[in-house]
């Protein structure tokens, strides 16, 4: 009974990723975050920094995927590499916060999202894996 279970789970974990490109960008966050999806808006702050919880009220913790932020940036927070440069020299200097940690690449980025619930980051699609929970797929 427990084999069909999780052959069934596999089943519906691998069909729900099927209408995903391969080159799109996913945001994840840990599979057993309750969340489902996250509006553009929230996770434009999350970014930003001008929040530090998911809109549950859970804690976040965004992590920035180097190879893959100028795209990104330009769809989520409009921001190209410069700007937000800026952007977060100015938050650090005035106290306000600091830049989400940055990470090489998308299977660095799924395995601390993995280990961490109240992680989130974006990744290249054809890394998703049952290890994290897709929660928006790039406009």
């Given at each position: ?37 996250l509006e553009l808006s929230n996770i434009k702050r999350l970014f ?77 699609s054809a890394a998703v894996d049952p290890t994290v929970k897709v ?5």
């Open positions: 009974m427990k084999i069909i279970f999780k052959l069934i789970l596999c089943f519906a974990l691998v069909s729900s990723y099927t209408s995903i490109s391969l080159a799109d960008i996913v945001v994840v966050v840990h599979p057993g975050n309750p969340l489902t999806s930003l920094g001008k929040t530090t919880k998911f809109s549950n009220g859970d804690a976040a913790v965004p992590f920035e995927n180097s190879s893959q932020k100028t795209i990104f940036h330009h769809q989520i927070t409009g921001k190209e590499v410069a700007q937000l440069k800026a952007y977060w020299a100015r938050r650090v200097f005035s106290g306000k916060g600091f830049p989400p940690k940055e990470i090489k690449d998308s299977g660095r980025v799924k395995t601390l999202i993995a280990n961490d619930p109240t992680s989130i980051g974006y990744i290249d929660i928006m797929i790039l406009p």
